[in-house]
């Protein structure tokens, strides 16, 4: 199985991602309408943020209309936007905040990984974001983000 997997010391920031996602997803170049949110602390650190496709997806189980699947043999966790009421169950279920709602099109967003091939890894600039096999994904990363925010932390702290 494959995911997507990010380095936060490569990330500069720059939003491309949310960019090229948007474009894929709506023809447009227009951030707010990505499936994709990089979130920035002042200068430390920027990361981008996207659905998680958790092993029990809240968001499915919340759904009333079972619109929401999380695929066997992928495991991505999906919409069916034939089946959406828009009632926005799944956004208010999901704990960490990553799927949307599209007003213009009245159902729930969120990331699916391009149907396995995430057009924001194509274009990251620094290759921090990349789909890789799950198992290639290393302790070590989550360990450099997790220094990172221990290092933002103890600044803020200081002050």
């Known amino acids: ?5 990010f380095n936060p010391e490569k990330c500069v920031g720059c939003r ?4 090229v996602c948007s474009l894929k ?33 809240f968001c499915a189980e919340a759904c009333p209309t079972r619109a ?8 991505v966790v999906k919409i069916s936007k034939n089946r959406c009421i828009g009632c926005q169950m799944c956004t208010m279920a999901c704990p960490f ?3 949307g709602f599209s007003n213009i099109e009245k159902v729930a967003v969120k990331c699916e990984w391009c ?12 290759q921090a974001l990349e789909w890789k096999d799950l198992a290639s994904v290393s302790i070590d990363k989550k360990r450099s983000l997790l220094e990172k925010l221990k290092g933002g ?7």
Request: glycine share 6%.
């Open 1 to 5: 199985m494959k995911v997507i997997a």
């Open 16 to 19: 491309l991602c949310e960019l």
């Open 25 to 57: 997803h709506t023809r447009e170049f227009n951030p707010i309408r990505s499936r994709i949110q990089v979130v920035g602390f002042e200068e430390l650190f920027s990361f981008p943020i996207m659905c998680f496709q958790c092993e029990k997806p």
């Open 68 to 75: 929401i699947s999380k695929s066997r043999t992928t495991g």
């Open 97 to 99: 905040g990553n799927i």
């Open 115 to 126: 149907d396995g091939e995430p057009e924001c890894t194509l274009f990251c600039p620094t």
């Open 153 to 159: 932390y103890d600044g803020l702290r200081q002050i």
